[in-house]
């Protein structure tokens, strides 16, 4: 069965700082990959997905992550943070490599920016 | 807003009770999946339904059960209540399988006393 570790529970950056959300998942065969946005108070949204094709995807809020094959990554990057992108990110990856299988989710990081 | 409803949103019982908690998912969504967010084990998925039919089984005791209706609304019952099973329940929808975005409600809460 799949696994996803995101290696940092939290994170603090100061605004207007790169940031870099760690997720790696166990498997090597054909996977799909997500990461989630969890606000204060909410329930989560996507932020990006990979399914195939280009192996950088890109969120519309600035945010992408690039699918490392050889070393089971998928990790979450933004050049430049706002105090808004304070939320927790999950990294979930489809359990089979199917697409009929359910979602195995990290356990999160969370981002604190500060000003 | 989402377009994924779920109640109550705050539901506060005591050990040994059972309780219903009930999700509309977005018009058009075929699946309904249940999670279970817990500060020591993060986010677990307990289990998923397709137009009916049970889909995908996660970490789901036995003493919590699920159903989809036919008009797709999802319904998680819980059983039995532990001091453990308190959480942040959520309920997603999504078009159909894995590859489709999942939307997710805003969740109840659980206390077990």
Known sequence: AQSVTQLDSQVPVFEEAPVELRCNYSSSVSVYLFWYVQYPNQGLQLLLKYLSGSTLVESINGFEAEFNKSQTSFHLRKPSVHISDTAEYFCAVSDDGGSQGNLIFGKGTKLSVKP | ?113
């Open chain 2, 1 to 113: 807003d989402s377009g994924v409803t779920q109640t109550p949103k705050h539901l506060i019982t005591a050990t040994g009770q059972r309780v219903t908690l009930r999700c509309s998912p977005r018009s058009g969504d075929l699946s309904v999946y249940w999670y279970q967010q817990s500060l020591d084990q993060g986010l677990q998925f307990l289990i998923q339904y397709y137009n009916g039919e049970e889909r995908a089984k996660g970490n789901i005791l036995e003493r919590f059960s699920a159903q989809q209706f036919p008009d797709l609304h999802s319904e998680l019952n819980l059983s039995s209540l532990e001091l453990g099973d308190s959480a942040l329940y959520f309920c997603a929808s999504s078009l159909a399988g894995v590859v489709d975005e999942q939307f997710f409600g805003p969740g109840t809460r659980l206390t077990v006393l």
